[in-house]
């Protein structure tokens, strides 16, 4: 005789706060997992915020400092997130910094008027921070008075973790110049929350200064005038480093393909299509291989996505068309396909649209379908135009796409 477990109403757990982020973290870290990229996820959370108000014309700095206790803090010059009481709604009462960190689906990015274009869209990012830290104090620079909040992870009466207790009501710290705003973000992360490839569990926060320069040094040329920095007191003396650019993202293919031999000088992209601009380049190198970086409103996609998907499928029509035009081919040859007019090309596409949809909260791979169309109509007519008036360079990248196509044909053959 079988015997049945009791299923009633006292086995179903409603986690209230964050409770239900920290016990289910994979849910919003995505692909980052809980490992090495995913304690990192939490400052790229906290730094694309400070990023959606530069791309608000709000500041232009963004400091991130990583500290000897392991905790990391993120200030940026912009207006400083709002502190003042929620007027309505189930927070009502409540001071809105407070909403921000503790509450998913909670933020300004749901209301266009503030962010235009953004990378945070789910109101998720900053809430997630705290839930998955042992401890967040967050200060305000705004009315020219510094607003301090100091949230904690306590344990409940049922021995379970409440992340992002406030242990205080917010409240202003110090004065400041009223031309002094901004926001800066503190976080120490639950160590016990994040672990090896072999599901060991941290024993100390494993900050790569190599994994936030890469990050950063990327940004600062998506995000031109804008001044990305971190500074490492781990080490005596401290450790700083700054990157900022004037230029774009084909000053970013320029600096990543400067140690390799160019088969063509650097095609680069600048348009827009109704509300959604593009900023892209292509490079083809000697001994490359296929490298696709996107970027989504300033947030790195290395899953990709339909931006990228546009992207290719546009080089690759106005590359094929070029080749059939001069008829390269031999009889009952097939044109070269993406892989092969990407085999040696490095490529970046920075997008910017309004209601970005991205695969999850990780944010590796932007879904708007209306991001495939409009990256080809801007790129496509560029393309093409640029084959046409670069003959020399343009017959390189034909005949380095046809190669590729034989050498993968025969391969197939054999």
């Known amino acids: 005789m079988s015997t049945k477990n009791t299923y009633e109403a006292d086995q179903i757990q409603a986690l209230s ?73 189930p927070h009502k009462g409540r001071s809105a910094l407070e909403v921000v960190l503790c509450e998913t689906n909670a933020g ?104 936030i320069a890469d990050r950063f040094r990327h940004k600062s040329f998506i995000h031109p005038g804008v001044t990305f920095a971190v500074i490492d007191e781990r080490v005596h003396p401290k450790e700083t480093s700054e990157w900022c650019s004037n230029g774009g993202v084909a000053d970013l293919v320029t600096e990543m393909t400067a140690d390799t031999g160019l088969v063509a000088p650097v095609v680069s992209f600048q348009g827009a299509d109704g509300d959604i601009t593009l900023d892209a380049a292509i490079a083809w190198t000697v001994e490359g291989r296929d490298t696709s970086i996107g970027f989504a409103n300033g947030v790195a996609t290395p899953e990709g996505g339909t931006h990228i998907n546009g992207f290719r499928n546009a080089v690759t029509e106005s590359v094929q068309k070029y080749i ?57 007519p560029a393309m093409s135009r640029w084959l046409e008036e670069n003959p020399e360079p343009a017959k390189k990248i034909a005949d380095l796409a046809i190669s590729s196509m034989r050498s993968r044909t025969k391969s197939n053959a054999e």
Request: charged share 25%.
């Open 17 to 89: 706060g964050l409770s239900h982020v920290r016990a289910r973290p994979l849910m919003y870290l995505g692909s980052a997992g809980v490992g090495v990229a995913g304690i990192h996820h939490l400052i790229w959370e906290i730094v694309d915020n400070s990023v959606d108000e530069a791309m608000a014309g709000n500041g232009d700095r963004i400091e991130t400092t990583l500290h000897k206790d392991g905790s990391v803090s993120v200030i940026d010059n912009g207006r400083g997130v709002p502190v003042g009481a929620m007027k309505d709604g």
């Open 108 to 211: 300004g990015k749901f209301d266009s008027d503030s962010y235009k274009v953004s990378g945070g869209l789910h109101g998720v990012g900053a809430s997630v921070v705290t839930a998955l830290s042992s401890k967040v104090t967050a200060e305000v620079r705004r009315g020219g008075e510094v607003h301090r909040l100091e949230l904690r992870a306590k344990k409940d009466r049922k021995g379970g973790v409440e992340p992002g207790v406030a242990t205080e009501p917010i409240h202003v710290v110090k004065k400041c110049n009223k031309s002094d705003t901004g926001t800066m973000i503190r976080f120490w992360p639950e160590i016990g929350l994040f672990s090896d490839d072999q599901g060991e569990a941290f024993t100390k926060p494993q900050w790569s200064m190599r994994i």
């Open 324 to 380: 059939a035009e001069r008829a390269m081919l031999k009889d009952k040859e097939s044109p070269p396909n993406t892989r092969d007019i990407f085999a040696a090309g490095l490529m970046v596409a920075s997008i910017m649209l309004p209601g970005p949809q991205f695969a999850g909260n990780s944010k590796s791979k932007l879904m708007n379908t209306e991001a495939t169309s409009r990256t080809r109509a801007i790129v496509m």
